[in-house]
T-cell receptor, first 113, second 115 residues
Framework: KAGVTQTPRYLIKTRGQQVTLSCSPI?????VSWYQQTPGQGLQFLFE???????NKGNFPGRFSGRQFSNSRSEMNVSTLELGDSALYLC????????????FGPGTRLTVT | GQQVMQIPQYQHVQEGEDFTTYCNSS?????IQWYKQRPGGHPVFLIQ?????EVKKQKRLTFQFGEAKKNSSLHITATQTTDVGTYFC???????????????FGKGTHLIIQP
C-alpha cells in the first residue's frame, strides 16, 4: 500500500506570496491532519479534516487554511507569507477521526525569503 | 489550551544503557500516542495507549499510561544505535465534544547514543 505523499517536497517563496501544499493520504484513509514543524516550536497542529469537513483547528492565524476533497486528498494554503512561516509542513492520514494512529508523509520544506 | 510537556529535551546515553522519556499533559487525555522521528525523516507511529494504567511492550520498548491519564513514559532497555532519533508523545484531551481538539504533540526527546 502506497504511503502518504506530499507535493512539492521543497519550496522557496518570498514574503507576501501565497503557497498551496498538497497531500494524498493512504488509500482508504478518510482523515487528514496538517502540522508545522520547526526546531523551536516542535510539531504544532494546524488542522484536521475528516470527510471533507474541518474537525479541529490549531492556534494559527487565518492566513493558514485548508480543505479536503471528496477523494480525501487535502490541500493547505498559506497567504501573505512571513519569514516565520519557514518550516517543514507535515501531512498525516488516518483511517478515521480521533482515536486512530497517524501516518505521516515526508513533508514539504518551505523556505520564505 | 492543552499543553503536553516532555522531558528531557535531550538525552545522551552510551550504547547499551537504558533510556526513559516522560510526558505530562495539563489535561486528562483520552489516549496517548508515541512516535519516533529519525534525523531527516518524518514521525513514525509506535504505539497508542488508551486505558488508565496501561502498559505495553514492544521488544525493548515499554510504554506506560498513568492512572490519571495525564502522564506517560517510554522506556528503552539496552539502547542500540538504531534507536537514535526523536521520540514524541501526542495526546488528545478527554473532552465532552468527542474530539473537539486536535492531537497535541510534546516537543520530543532527542536520543543521542554514543558508541
Amino acid at each position: 500500500k502506497a504511503g502518504v505523499t506530499q507535493t512539492p517536497r521543497y519550496l522557496i517563496k518570498t514574503r507576501g506570496q501565497q503557497v498551496t501544499l498538497s497531500c494524498s493520504p493512504i488509500s482508504g484513509h478518510r482523515s487528514v491532519s496538517w502540522y508545522q514543524q520547526t526546531p523551536g516550536q516542535g510539531l504544532q497542529f494546524l488542522f484536521e479534516y475528516f470527510s471533507e469537513t474541518q474537525r479541529n483547528k490549531g492556534n494559527f492565524p487565518g492566513r493558514f487554511s485548508g480543505r479536503q476533497f471528496s477523494n480525501s486528498r487535502s490541500e493547505m494554503n498559506v497567504s501573505t507569507l512571513e519569514l516565520g512561516d519557514s518550516a517543514l509542513y507535515l501531512c498525516a492520514s488516518s483511517l478515521g477521526h480521533f482515536v486512530y494512529e497517524q501516518y505521516f508523509g515526508p513533508g514539504t520544506r518551505l523556505t520564505v525569503t | 489550551g492543552q499543553q503536553v510537556m516532555q522531558i528531557p529535551q535531550y538525552q545522551h546515553v552510551q550504547e547499551g544503557e537504558d533510556f526513559t522519556t516522560y510526558c505530562n499533559s495539563s489535561t486528562t487525555l483520552s489516549n496517548i500516542q508515541w512516535y519516533k522521528q529519525r534525523p531527516g525523516g518524518h514521525p513514525v507511529f509506535l504505539i497508542q495507549l488508551v486505558k488508565s494504567g496501561e502498559v505495553k511492550k514492544q521488544k525493548r520498548l515499554t510504554f506506560q499510561f498513568g492512572e490519571a491519564k495525564k502522564n506517560s513514559s517510554l522506556h528503552i532497555t539496552a539502547t542500540q544505535t538504531t534507536d537514535v532519533g526523536t521520540y514524541f508523545c501526542a495526546g488528545r484531551p478527554l473532552s465532552s465534544g468527542g474530539g473537539a481538539d486536535g492531537l497535541t504533540f510534546g516537543k520530543g526527546t532527542h536520543l543521542i547514543i554514543q558508541p
